[in-house]
């Protein structure tokens, strides 16, 4: 039973660094697979800093946020400035 462990840790150990290489092969022939700050598709919340896609982001006054809340806070924050 022992040996089976083994046999399975080995295995797992295996697949993992399987995984490590084929993600590696696709980064190298496709480029960065996840997500970056730097990609197009994604805009800054400047009130929580938070990336979020262009898609889903709530537009006020020509800014991106997360939330509408996100959004009246910044609203408050430019009344304060002036
Ligand atoms: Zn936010």
């Known amino acids: 039973m022992i040996r089976l462990g083994v046999i399975l840790v080995l295995v797992a150990a295996c697949l993992i660094l399987l995984s490590r290489v084929l993600k590696q092969i696709l980064v190298l022939r496709y480029g960065q697979t996840t997500p ?17 896609p262009k898609e889903g982001a709530v537009t006020a006054h020509g800014v991106y946020f997360c939330s509408a809340h996100c959004a009246s806070q910044y609203e408050k924050g430019t009344e304060n400035n002036g």
Request: one cysteine or more; aromatic letters at 6%.
């Open 36 to 52: 970056s700050p730097q990609s197009a598709h994604l805009v800054q919340d400047p009130v929580c800093l938070a990336y979020l």
